[in-house]
């Protein structure tokens, strides 16, 4: 009785702890690591934008950083381009090349649309050698159409930035980001890319009917007008 009691007792205790994972699981603050964004459920929510779905990936296989050393940062240091920051010491030795990839899904809270993306990269050194990085972004619709292709190289310490126009704008948007460090002689790191989205609201079809049958109105009386004026 009293193993049974016990063994009841510790599946309940799990059962219990399972539950309390699961729960958790859904909006987190942030910074966090990209480790803990990957979990399935879990989003991070910046101005009215959530980011959610985040994969990553290296190879080869197993280099530094894996996701729990990289942190994902809210960006808001451009006005009107609210969104996300990965940062993590992206690393290539000498001789060797090194890709990281990442992915996550852009969906906007207020049923607004993304009509642009701004990148900008930054804390490159190549400790004097040739090293370099390059980093690639493709973003797509929900059914997979590419909507921006930016490419961008690295060579230099600084930043280097550009926008994007998304044509169609979206509501929600795919990013397939990718990081290709080059060891050059002495090899190279890379450490920041900042990511931010403007977006543009959509008139209510509410609104849109008032403004229509204001305009019918307005037309209407200039018509009773013209009479009495002549």
Do not use: C, W
């Not at 994972?21 to 910046?46: C, H, K, M, Q, Y």
């Not at 207020?110 to 004097?128: E, K, M, P, T, V």
């Not at 450490?191 to 307005?218: C, D, K, R, Y």
């Amino acid at each position: 009785m009293t193993r049974r009691f016990v063994f009841g007792l510790a599946a309940g205790l799990l059962a219990l702890g399972l539950g309390s994972f699961e729960t958790r699981a859904g909006l987190i603050p942030l910074p966090s690591s990209l480790a803990t964004l990957e979990v399935a459920g879990n989003f991070a929510d910046v101005a009215n934008l959530r980011f959610s779905d985040f994969t990553y990936s290296v190879s080869p296989i197993a280099t530094p950083p894996a996701a729990g050393g990289v942190t994902v940062n809210a960006f808001t240091s451009v006005p009107g381009e609210p969104g996300i920051s990965f940062n993590g010491a992206f690393f290539a030795a000498a001789n060797t090349i090194v890709d990281y990839a990442i992915t996550y899904i852009v969906t906007t809270t207020d049923g607004s649309l993304i009509s642009d993306a701004y990148l900008s990269l930054s804390g490159f050194a190549n400790f004097g050698g040739d090293g370099r990085v390059a980093i690639g972004e493709t973003i797509y619709d929900t059914v997979g159409n590419v909507i921006s292709e930016v490419p961008f190289s690295v060579f230099t310490p600084g930043m280097t930035v550009d926008t994007t126009l998304l044509l169609p704008p979206q509501r929600t948007i795919v990013v397939h980001k990718d990081i290709t460090v080059f060891g050059g002689s002495e090899g190279a790191v890379f450490s920041f890319a900042n990511q931010g989205f403007s977006t543009t609201s959509v008139p209510e079809p509410g609104s849109m009917a008032l403004l229509g049958i204001g305009l019918i109105g307005l037309l209407a009386a200039r018509r009773r007008l013209r009479p009495a004026s002549a």
